[in-house]
C-alpha cells in the first residue's frame, strides 16, 4: 500500500497557531495549582453552556462516563431496557451495558444513518426506560418526532451528541433538546480536547445537581455519601485548554461545511456510478465531524483510494449487535439498515485544516475508482 499523500486527519495544523495561548493559560493555572473543578471548570462550565444555549453544562471524565452518569441521574438502573441506534460509535451502548441495563436496538434511517422513527415507534413500549438517540457524523437525529414520541410515552430521551457538538435541529441545539446531552472531547471531536473528556447538558436543575453530586463519588457534603458515584471530574487543564478553542469553535464549523458543500457538488456526478452522498434533512444545521458517503463497492473504492495515497475510514465496519460483548444479549443480525450501512459506509477526510489541493486530490481519486 502506498504512503498517504496527507494524513485522513491532522491536528497538529489546529494546534500549532494556539499554541502560545494554551502555553500562557497551562502557565497561569499550573501556578495557581487549582487543577480540581476550580476556577478553570467553572468558566469553561459556564461558557459551554452560553455557547450551547443550555442551562448546565457539566463537565465530567469522557464522553462515555457523560452517558453512564447521565443514564444514572435518568435513574436508569441494571435490568432497565434503554433504546439506542444498532449503528453508532460502541460506547453508545457500552454505556448502557456498564450499567448493567439492556441495549434495545433500533436500526437506522438510512439517509441520515440516525435512529429509524418507523422503528422507534414499533420497539417503544410500557418497560423502556429512556430513548438515546446518536446524532451521527455531525447531523441531529429526527428529534422532533422522537421527543413527541417519547413525551407520549413518558419517556426520557439522553442525546448522544458526541460526533454533533454546535449542530441544531430547528434552531435547537445538539444536547438542548432531550432531558439530558453528552458529548466528548475526545481529540477527534469538533471540540477536542488535550486528552479525554466530556460534558452533560440540561436545562433541569434536579438533573444536573444529581449529576455533579455523580462525578464526586456521590458526595454534596464533604465526606458524606449519598448515593454511590463516581470519580468522574475533567482536569481543570483540559478546561482551560479547552477554553481556548472554543472561541473558534464556529469558524472551525463553517470551515467545515465548506468542505462538505465542496464535495457534495463535486462528487454530485457520480451518483448514478454508486455513489450516494450524504443528506442533510430539512432544518438540519448539520456540523460535519464526518464526511460519509456510501459506496456499493465499498472496500474496493477504499483499497483503490489507499494505492493511490488517499486516506479513508470506515465508521464503523460493525453493527452494535454484532459486536462480541453482545453475544449472549441478542441475535447478530435483524437491523437490515444498520447491517447495509457497516457494508457500505466511507467516510472521506474532512477538518478545518485539510487544504484545498488535499480535497482536491479525494475528489479525482474517487471520479477515478468509480471512472
Ligand atoms: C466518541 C464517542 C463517544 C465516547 O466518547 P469518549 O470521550 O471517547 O468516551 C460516545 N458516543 C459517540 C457517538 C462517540 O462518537
Redesign the pocket.
Known sequence: MATNKFPFFDITRQYEPLHEAVMDSFSKLLKSQSLILGEATAKFEKDMAAWMGVKHAITVA????S?ILGLRALGVQAGDQVITPAF??F??TGAILLLGAKPVFVDIDPETYNMSVPDLKKKLHKGIKAIMP?H?YGQTANMTQILELAQSAGVPVIE?F??SIGATHFGRPAGGMGQIGAT???PT?NLGGAG???LISTNDDALADKVKVLRVHGMRQRYYHEVLGYNSRMDALQCAYLSVKLPHLKTWTEKRAALAQRYLSELRGLEGKGLTLPVTQPGSGHVWNQFVVRLKKRDQVKSFLAENGIPTEIYYPLTIPAQKPLREICPETGWPESERAAQEVLALPIFPELKSEEQAQVITGLKEALG
Open positions: 469522557s464522553g462515555t462516563d452517558l453508532s460509535f460506547a453508545s446518536v451521527l448522544d458526541a460526533q466528548s472531547f475526545y471531536k479525554e473528556g466530556g
